[in-house]
């Protein structure tokens, strides 16, 4: 190979790698707030009680409570990036308020994506926590025998059988 078929091999490759990236679509940073979602989690913690029960429905004690307990039973787990208690109010804000994963993104600056798996996250470990405090009720299967509701019992008879 001579020289002049190297510095042909050059030209073409940085050509090449020229080419390839002035056509690479770059990411555009669209969170752009003041306050990252730790931050915002942090102001919600420490302001008023009343703009934690608005935002989350939740007093900030119960909140704090839930998220021990959250941490307690390994149901939830801090990473680099997210805390349980951001974790907790993105949950809790969707929630409370019906909002949407981009409006949420927007407000605790994450992407979509993250949201959607905090979301869930949280979502498993509330099945836990329904399982663990909701119990099954106990049953009396006999009808209330009182003479103020004859003419009601009259109306809607006791027509199913109860399985033990």
Known sequence: MDQNEIILIVVIIYWYLRRRASTRIERVRDNTSAL???????ELLSGSNTQCHELMRL???TFIILCNHFK????????????VEEKMAMFLTIIAHNERFRMVKRRFQHSTRTIHNCFHEVLRGMMEFAREVVGPTSFDGTPNTSERFRRLKEIFRYDFILVT
Request: proline share 0%; hydrophobic share 20%; glycine share 4%.
């Open 72 to 83: 307690q039973k390994n149901w939830l787990h801090s990473n680099r990036h997210i805390s």
């Open 36 to 42: 990252t979602g730790h931050a915002y989690t942090q």
């Open 59 to 61: 007093s900030r004690e």
